[in-house]
């Protein structure tokens, strides 16, 4: 069909390099001279399976590896490389090679194939002859948000790993739910997945380390012969290790600082089963063939789906003596408001909080058992079904508010009324009035706001930068010379990118020509199955476009100077739209002098100059509102947001008069069937 660069997605374990080793001999050369092969991969262990695999499946090719010190000689049939040591900058390795002698180009763990790295390889192979770029991967989609649109041009062929498993090519997996008490609700996201600092100082803690012990030696020791456990980070992993080895369990580490010989020798005694527990951290998430694992402890979290896939991915391997993996899946606490985290239910399209115990995941019976008393035990009652918010009235608002009222009232306790807030945080048209309930707006109090007037709170968990909602399917980010936005498409239910810059030029209109801005809007090459992955592939976009590290700083959620005072200019725009900076009374608008007290005193932003219509005076912390908070409020008034709001309104307000209807209607109801037993009891006595 003449698609030259093709993907095939599949899941981890089900062979991807045996497909790809047998696929060499089927590709027919598009000339008599182009019969080589060049397969790349990033790191050294997929560098020799691929090779292994190669020749195992075609013993009449040479199969030669081009990485560091080992040179390959062009005139091998099959070439696989390191993609650092051909793909890098000013390399002279890729010169060797004669574009025209090859005729397919695969790569393995095609997801990483976003890279420069990647396409300054893949372009010196196009430019002279009619090679065929094949790509595999479990996840054909990348942690930094980066598009492969740009590297395939169509997935030709995938298969989930259910269907996988339902057809034999997979282990079968049972999984059980182990939660802690360990919290990550304030454990910051970066590039789709947690902060491994951050991460690490909150789950490398003794109580939540013994308890991955004791459910080993509960669930697995003895019943299990190789377990697969995933670490956060080096420290975590020799923490883990040393505490089974206290307990009497024999285990070894492998981190990244392990040795390459101490790394083969564990390897090794994992693999002959005489090494009970491996533990390791960012080693063998990737092409690892290690069929034997049949249980898999999950100690790491992670909001990145591609990664959970790889890490459970590796005990999914068939071998003759398994009958199934157990998946041991560490679930902490976090706010459901926060979103993201990601656990097996979460895969399987359930409930994150499902708790599931021992569970084989393609026994539909047990699964379905397990959601209802889920559900049982959400509603409170024993065999009612919770509220099924369907059957009720719903507004696009009534579904805003309830998202932001979860994580309200520890953090915003000092205001009167959780429900106004809510409504107020998110509707910029209501914003104002939020200046005439604020008692004590203190340092917590306007971090919050800052984050929430935003128009979704749990936009600084995607992202650094200060990125802000102007509906629920549209999220810009402005920078000095450009704006960047994501908007969810109507036709496809994909998220686009778009680059819109403030052009000088000149304009004709009514015959006269003069001197304007204009904008002009590019719908960037970018597209994304989630708000999430389409948020962190603008930030690559952002932060390739940024000229420092100090410019990129500056457009940052936290950066310092969205913490100072408004300025005047902002005060005046925001009071022309009725928006009052000064909390508490003296907000409602008329003008009176403050005195001046220490910031410190009352925890709010520093002390400001306001230009008056009369003088110039100095303001002080009575202010609610930061320079922050003003620039996201302003940017979603002028980005198109209010319309969208105002309709929204009008919507809602229709939802809230059928709402009240039925209410009513149901008063009316239980009020005639009152009146209509008291009559049948008069009759009767």
């Not at 060049?38 to 691929?50: C, P, Y």
């Not at 292994?52 to 009449?60: F, G, K, L, N």
């Not at 206290?246 to 492998?254: D, L, P, S």
């Not at 520093?606 to 219509?613: H, L, Q, R, S, T």
Request: hydrophobic share 40%.
């Amino acid at each position: 069909q003449g698609v030259r660069r093709q993907a095939v997605s599949l899941p981890v374990g089900s062979g991807k390099t045996v497909i790809f080793s047998n696929l060499i001999k089927r590709v027919e050369p598009p000339t008599a001279e182009a019969t080589k092969t060049l397969v790349l991969a990033h790191r050294e262990e997929l560098l020799a399976q691929a090779a292994r695999q190669i020749q195992r499946a075609s013993p009449d090719l040479v199969v030669e590896i081009d990485q560091g010190l080992r040179v390959a000689n062009p005139a091998a049939d099959v070439i696989v490389a390191s993609v650092p040591t051909l793909g890098r900058m000013q390399s002279d390795r890729l010169g060797r090679y004669d574009a025209r002698r090859f005729k397919l180009i695969v790569i393995d763990e095609a997801h990483h194939a976003a890279a420069e790295s990647y396409n300054r390889v893949i372009r010196h192979f196009e430019e002279a002859g009619s090679v065929l770029v094949w790509g595999c991967s479990a996840t054909l989609y990348r942690h930094d948000g980066l598009g492969l649109g740009g590297v395939f041009d169509r997935i030709v062929y995938q298969k989930n790993f259910i269907d996988m498993i339902r057809d034999g090519y997979l282990s079968r997996m049972k999984v059980v739910t182990v939660c802690t008490s360990t919290k990550l609700d304030r454990v910051r996201a970066y590039s789709g997945d947690f902060s491994l600092k951050a991460l690490s100082s909150a789950v490398n803690n003794e109580t939540r380390n013994l308890a991955i012990v004791k459910a080993y030696q509960t669930l697995a020791q003895g019943k299990r012969k190789s377990t697969l456990v995933f670490a956060v980070d080096i420290a975590h992993a020799q923490k883990l290790c040393s505490i089974f080895n206290h307990y009497g369990v024999r285990a070894k580490t492998i981190v990244s600082s392990t040795s390459l010989g101490d790394r083969e020798t564990a390897i090794q005694e994992f693999r002959a089963a005489s090494l009970p527990v491996l533990v390791n951290c960012g080693i063998l998430t990737e092409g690892t063939d290690i069929p034997n694992i049949d249980c898999v402890m999950m100690a790491r979290p992670t909001r990145s789906l591609g990664l959970f896939q790889q890490m459970i991915g590796r005990g999914m391997r068939l071998f003759p003596s398994k009958e199934d993996c157990l998946v041991v899946d560490l679930v902490d606490s976090f706010s459901s408001a926060a979103g993201g985290r990601i656990t097996v239910p979460t895969l399987l399209g359930l409930d994150p909080e499902l708790v599931l115990k021992e569970t084989d995941i393609l026994d539909g019976s047990a699964v379905n058992q397990l959601v209802e008393q889920h559900n049982q035990s959400l509603s409170g009652i024993e065999g009612q079904q919770p509220h099924d918010t369907d059957k009720q009235p719903q507004g696009v608002l009534d579904k805003l508010n309830s998202e932001l009222l979860d994580i309200l009232p520890e953090s915003l306790g000092s205001l009167e009324s959780m429900g106004f807030v809510a409504k107020t945080h998110l509707n910029p048209l209501n914003f104002f009035d939020l200046s005439k309930n604020l008692k004590h707006p203190t340092t917590q109090l306007i971090d919050e706001l800052d984050k929430v007037s935003s128009g979704n709170h749990n936009l600084r968990k995607l992202s650094i930068f200060s990125w802000v909602s102007l509906t629920p399917t549209r999220y810009t980010m402005h920078t000095r010379v450009a704006t960047y936005e994501v908007i969810k498409s109507e036709a496809d239910g994909l998220w686009h990118g778009h680059l819109r810059k403030e052009m000088r030029g000149i304009k004709t209109k009514k015959g006269k020509e003069t001197d304007s801005f204009y904008s002009v809007d590019t719908k960037l090459k970018m597209t994304a199955e989630t708000l999430e992955h389409a948020i962190h592939a603008m930030d690559s976009l952002i932060r390739s476009k940024c000229g420092s590290r100090f410019e990129i700083k500056t457009f940052m959620w936290n950066a310092p100077w969205r913490k100072q005072p408004p300025t005047p200019s902002q005060i005046k725009l925001l009071k022309r739209h009725g928006i009052d900076v000064y909390r508490g009374k003296q907000g409602a608008g008329k003008e009176r002098e403050l005195q001046k007290k220490p910031a410190s005193e009352v925890g709010a932003p520093a002390i400001v100059e306001v230009e008056c219509e009369e003088k110039k005076r100095t303001s002080v912390s009575d202010m609610w509102i930061t320079r922050g908070i003003a620039t996201n409020i302003i940017s979603r008034m002028r980005s198109g947001s209010i319309k969208w709001w105002r309709d929204a309104a009008k919507a809602q307000e229709r939802v809230d008069a059928k709402r009240e209807k039925a209410a009513d209607l149901k008063k009316l109801a239980a009020w005639d069937i009152k009146r209509e037993g008291s009559t049948g009891l008069e009759v009767i006595s």
